[in-house]
């Protein structure tokens, strides 16, 4: 299954069962996602690990 059939799958299900305050916790799951994933190899990580 690609990527994009999932992402348009997962749309699909909030428009059709009207579930549009899922949107906001999925994005602060991928920002988080994203902000780990690119502070590992920088050297803004200790700055970053500070503030959890």
């Keep these: 299954m690609s990527?994009?059939?999932v992402?348009?799958?997962f749309v699909e299900?909030?428009?059709h069962e009207k579930k549009?305050?899922?949107v906001p916790i999925v994005v602060v799951f991928v920002l988080?996602?994203?902000l780990i994933v690119f502070s590992q190899s920088?050297?803004?990580a200790?700055?970053?690990y500070t503030l959890f």
């Design 32 to 34: 988080f996602g994203l």
């Design 20 to 22: 549009y305050w899922l």
């Design 42 to 44: 920088s050297a803004v």
């Design 13 to 15: 299900f909030l428009k």
């Design 46 to 48: 200790p700055f970053i």
């Design 7 to 9: 992402l348009s799958e």
């Design 3 to 5: 990527k994009g059939r």
